[in-house]
């Protein structure tokens, strides 16, 4: 079976750096993502590892080591607009597999 | 890319009752996927719906409950049948393309 672990909420404040961190346990695994979901919205796609690295892609990056079983989404100049849930997921078959999702509040 | 729609929107039932989702894709997908978002939570995976096959049910989930169609490579349905309060949820459709993507969702309320 899969096991994620994300932090349940985290708080930052405008222009700052964050890093949220996600450990997981799986039987296979085909890949790391993140999505960004708005209150009430529909998730939506961030990034994807399936290397050991980092994956960078404007303000947004994600690392990933596969031996050690984590991952982090690193998010910088944070905005407003970032206040969000961000959810990991591993696809170890075909479908993604979800944690619970880290609630983050952005402050001026 | 995929552009996903989903019918309907929102909607309030009774219990005992069935709801019948829609979910349409801008392009032919081998494989969709059905996901329940309870409140306050996660995306939990239903089902994965190929075209020309049985749905394949996650732990936790069966087909009397959950039927779901697949028949053609651009549409879905799942019906939440004979709902009961706790069914109460989101349920959002997805699928593969150059990634995993997610249709706006359909948020049930069953009193």
């Known amino acids: 079976g899969q096991n994620i672990d994300q932090p349940t909420e985290m708080t930052a404040t405008e222009g700052a750096i964050v890093q949220i961190n996600c450990t997981y346990q799986t039987s296979g695994f085909n890949g790391l993502f993140w999505y960004q979901q708005h209150a009430g919205e529909a998730p939506t796609f961030l990034s994807y590892?399936?290397?050991?690295g980092l994956e960078e892609k404007g303000r947004f990056s994600s690392f990933l080591s596969r031996s050690k079983g984590y991952s982090y989404l690193l998010l910088k100049e944070l905005q407003m607009k970032d206040s969000a849930s961000y959810l990991c997921a591993i696809q170890a078959g075909t479908a993604l597999i979800f944690g619970k999702g880290t609630t983050l509040s952005v402050s001026s | 890319s995929a552009v996903i729609s989903q019918k309907p929107s929102r909607d309030i039932c009774q219990r005992g009752t069935s709801l019948t989702i829609q979910c349409q894709v801008d392009s032919q997908v081998t494989m969709m996927f059905w996901y329940r978002q309870q409140p306050g939570q996660s995306l939990t995976l239903i089902a994965t719906a190929n075209q020309g096959s049985e749905a394949t049910y996650e732990s936790g989930f069966v087909i009397d409950k959950f039927p779901i169609s697949r028949p053609n490579l651009t549409f879905s349905t799942l019906t939440v049948s004979n709902m009961s309060p706790e069914d109460s949820s989101i349920y959002l459709c997805?699928?593969?393309?150059?990634?995993?993507?997610f249709g706006p969702g359909t948020r049930l309320t069953v009193l």
């Open positions: 590892n399936v290397l050991d």
């Open positions: 997805s699928v593969v393309t150059d990634t995993q993507y």
